[in-house]
């Protein structure tokens, strides 16, 4: 999408309606301010838009990029937009969830539009009384289990790359892709 000059768009501030008296009946004038106007008038609308460009819902979808830039969200061209807009809308309470198993089943979501479930703690115990006995030792290692959502197969590779980037670096994560959601049974 261009914002450059935009044939027949007219200018909510035409410069010639602006010249003192004296230009206002000057044909050579009132020609040249038009020719700026036509100029302008681009620059105008995006201006008078500017809360709309800033909005990821509204934005032209040429501004989804640069909007997830500045918010750091995760932009592929290749998601439909609506995927795309949501995630640089959600993107704020996903770095506040990061490194959380929320964060990480709804990074997936936006991301790659698959379902996920993780279990596991990362080997985290605690207790809130003092000399307590101490718990079992846990497995250390957090499983995270995808399944197809939108698309009927899952990209291995993108979901290990985006758990990887996601997971606290000092916790094992293992990735297992079903077919379909897991069952209870068993667990």
């Known amino acids: 999408m261009s914002r450059a000059a935009v044939p027949g768009l ?53 501004f989804v990029a640069w909007l997830a830039s500045w918010v750091g969200a995760d932009d592929d061209p290749g998601r439909p937009a609506e995927l795309r807009r949501e995630a640089v809308v959600r993107a704020v309470e996903l770095h506040r969830w990061r490194g959380t198993r929320r964060g990480l089943v709804e990074r997936l979501r936006l991301t ?52 990887r980037a996601h997971c606290p670096v000092h916790v094992p994560c293992r990735v297992e892709i079903l077919s379909g959601p897991p069952s209870d049974e068993g667990r």
């Open 112 to 163: 790659l539009g698959v379902h996920a479930e993780v279990t596991g703690d990362g080997g985290a115990v605690w207790s809130r009384s003092p000399g307590t006995p101490l718990p079992p030792a846990p497995s250390g290692e957090v499983l995270v289990r995808v399944w197809p959502g939108r698309e009927p197969q899952v990209d291995a590779d993108r979901v290990r790359e985006v758990v």
């Open 10 to 62: 007219p200018s909510r501030h035409p410069i010639g309606g602006l010249l003192p008296a004296l230009y206002a009946d000057d044909d050579f004038a009132q020609r040249f301010t038009a020719g700026l106007d036509t100029v302008l008038a681009p620059v105008f609308a995006t201006l008078d838009n500017l809360p709309a460009y800033l909005d990821p819902r509204l934005a032209p979808a040429d």
